[in-house]
């Protein structure tokens, strides 16, 4: 194990400073209950016909005196000019009755037009909202978080693929100034429900960088300028009747069950997932045993220049199932497949093949100059394929509920590497940036016991996580962020914690501690305390 700096004493003043604070935060309103599901149609009213009044009886003549006749004279009929309208003769009892039944139609129609309505805006219900406005969910959440980083006294000089690729010149990453940060994230949604029970739209915000896919974290200290919020999310959900199968377009969360040994946290992905439950049905719909598959198709970089676009191929089949009365078992084998990714050597005064250096690196992989060798340039590729393998086992034990015990154990292997084609390919090992690293596989296992999430005031979780990931593994441009503080070829242990302050309100705190795996030295420590509210 390396020799670790330790912390300064200004950032454990402003560390403790922080979880002071965290104790007195106000609490957050409270939730509303959602509104029950409207119909999806309502039915149209029905056509008005035409009023059509039946005259009254005419009343009997009153009787004659005797001598004289009933019988009334015609007068004779007057000669009527042309163009003139003659307007019958209606009688005063006709025309009331006429206007008595033309008034309770339409006044029947207008009644039930406005409590048809009312009772879809919910008029004179206290804080009710209109109808459409009853079919949005609004949600999110707001993390302050302190941030110290302390770096071994030992470690060696490295390179930063990303900075060096944004200058195309070799740039230093930091391995030997200490750092201790103040940063923010705030995350808000909004789903729309389109068809009850069937049919949603998803858009988020968020903080952080818009160059950076697995950290939405916004650095304080910015000379008070504006934090920069960006679209997340935007995607479309349809799910059957039957929940036996949903289907996702757009931007979208992670369709993919596992951990962060693959995928951060923060990651998002593009493009189309559909995962089939079998055995679910409208009356069960989580049965005891209960298998999945899920399908993926993410374009990763559309090149307009060429057909050699970069896509990601994803498949994963597993299962829930529930072990006896107090414990349950999830475990998937998932299948990746990267297509395209690799880098491609500019021939000399070319700059065609640009386009195959990755848009986004942490640090970690195997790489090499993809550059015009006689510009003088650094542009740096992907040596190395990747189909990664990835096997997930998650064990859960409620027997001392509400305290719960989870085992998660994760694995991968990358089986597209090959290191004879990587020699080809970059031209011998004297080209590999920083060498070819032969180490392919993955491993994290963590132990968590309490609240599977800390929601309420009292409740509590703790962790310990051990995480070796080798240097050609996984891609380290979507590997979780905060490890060695992202990328790969290295291993280390987690240990954290949490404890709710009141609803919706905890206090969180991880101590992370890493070492590079194979090369030159490089040991990070890393302390987070986070004061995290959602609503």
């Given at each position: 194990m390396l020799k670790k700096?330790?912390?300064?004493?200004?950032?454990?003043?402003?560390?403790?400073?922080?979880?002071?604070?965290?104790?007195?935060?106000?609490?957050?309103?409270?939730?509303?209950?959602?509104?029950?599901?409207?119909?999806?149609?309502?039915?149209?009213?029905?056509?008005?016909?035409?009023?059509?009044?039946?005259?009254?009886?005419?009343?009997?003549?009153?009787?004659?005196?005797?001598?004289?006749?009933?019988?009334t004279e015609t007068p004779a009929t007057e000669a009527v000019p042309n163009g003139t309208i003659r307007v019958p003769y209606i009688p005063a009892?006709?025309?009331?009755?006429?206007?008595?039944?033309?008034?309770?139609?339409?006044?029947?129609?207008?009644?039930?037009?406005?409590?048809?309505?009312?009772?879809?805006?919910?008029?004179?219900?206290?804080?009710?909202?209109?109808?459409?406005?009853?079919?949005?969910?609004?949600?999110?959440?707001?993390?302050?978080?302190?941030?110290?980083?302390?770096?071994?006294?030992?470690?060696?000089?490295?390179?930063?693929?990303?900075?060096t690729n944004n200058e195309r010149s070799p740039q230093l990453l930091n391995t030997t100034e200490d750092r201790d940060r103040l940063r923010a994230r705030l995350r808000f949604g909004v789903q729309a429900n389109i068809i009850p029970s069937e049919l949603n739209a998803g858009f988020r915000l968020v903080t952080g960088s818009g160059s950076d896919p697995v950290s939405t974290n916004q650095t304080l200290g910015n000379t008070s300028r504006p934090y920069s919020v960006f679209l997340d999310r935007a995607f479309l959900a349809w799910r059957s009747r039957?929940?036996?199968?949903?289907?996702?377009?757009?931007?979208m969360p992670n369709p993919w069950y596992g951990t962060d040994l693959v995928w951060d946290d923060?990651?998002?992905?593009?493009?189309?997932?559909?995962?089939?439950?079998?055995?679910?049905?409208?009356?069960?719909?989580?049965?005891?045993?209960?298998?999945?598959?899920?399908?993926?198709?993410?374009?990763?970089?559309?090149?307009?220049?060429?057909?050699?676009?970069?896509w990601l191929y994803g498949v994963q089949a597993g299962f829930n199932a529930r072990l006896g009365g107090s414990s349950k078992m999830v475990f998937a084998v998932s299948y990746y497949d990267y297509r395209h990714i690799e880098g491609q050597r500019n021939t000399p005064g070319s700059s065609l093949l640009d386009f195959t250096a990755p848009q986004f690196l942490q640090k970690g992989n195997t790489l090499f100059n993809i550059a015009d060798p006689s510009s003088g340039d650094t542009l740096l590729?992907?040596?190395?394929?990747?189909?990664?393998?990835?096997?997930?086992?998650?064990?859960?034990?409620y027997s001392f509920a509400?305290?719960?015990?989870?085992?998660?154990?994760?694995y991968v292997k990358n089986q597209g590497f090959d290191e004879q084609e990587i020699l080809q390919r970059i031209g011998g090992a004297s080209s590999a940036f920083p060498f070819v690293n032969p180490d392919t596989d993955a491993t994290q296992i963590k132990l968590t016991v309490g609240r599977p999430i800390v929601e309420r005031k009292g409740e509590w979780q703790t962790s310990f996580a051990y995480k070796k990931i080798g240097g050609n593994a996984v891609l380290d441009a979507f590997t979780d962020s905060d490890f060695h503080l992202g990328g790969t070829n290295t291993k280390g242990w987690i240990l954290g914690g949490a404890y709710g302050l009141a609803l919706d309100t905890?206090?969180?705190?991880?101590?992370?501690?890493?070492?590079?795996?194979?090369?030159?030295?490089?040991?990070?420590?890393?302390?987070?305390?986070?004061?995290?509210?959602?609503?």
């Open positions: 700096k330790s912390p300064t004493g200004g950032g454990i003043l402003l560390l403790f400073a922080f979880a002071a604070m965290a104790v007195h935060a106000p609490l957050p309103a409270a939730l509303n209950e959602p509104a029950s599901p409207m119909p999806l149609m309502e039915a149209e009213d029905p056509l008005l016909e035409p009023v059509k009044p039946e005259a009254p009886a005419a009343e009997p003549a009153p009787a004659a005196p005797a001598g004289q006749s009933n019988t009892p006709v025309k009331e009755q006429l206007k008595k039944e033309i008034e309770e139609s339409l006044r029947k129609d207008v009644v039930e037009e406005v409590v048809r309505q009312g009772r879809k805006e919910r008029w004179g219900v206290p804080d009710a909202w209109p109808e459409w406005v009853q079919r949005l969910t609004f949600g999110g959440d707001i993390r302050l978080r302190a941030q110290s980083d302390s770096y071994a006294d030992d470690n060696a000089i490295y390179i930063d693929p990303q900075s039957s929940n036996v199968w949903s289907a996702w377009g757009g931007r923060d990651l998002a992905f593009d493009g189309v997932a559909l995962k089939v439950n079998p055995l679910r049905d409208l009356t069960e719909s989580s049965p005891d045993f209960d298998p999945f598959l899920t399908l993926g198709v993410f374009p990763l970089q559309e090149v307009e220049l060429s057909q050699k676009d970069k590729g992907l040596a190395s394929d990747f189909n990664e393998l990835n096997l997930t086992a998650s064990l859960a034990n509400p305290t719960h015990v989870i085992l998660t154990l994760d905890w206090l969180s705190v991880r101590y992370i501690s890493t070492d590079e795996i194979k090369g030159a030295p490089l040991g990070i420590d890393t302390l987070q305390i986070d004061l995290n509210a959602k609503f």
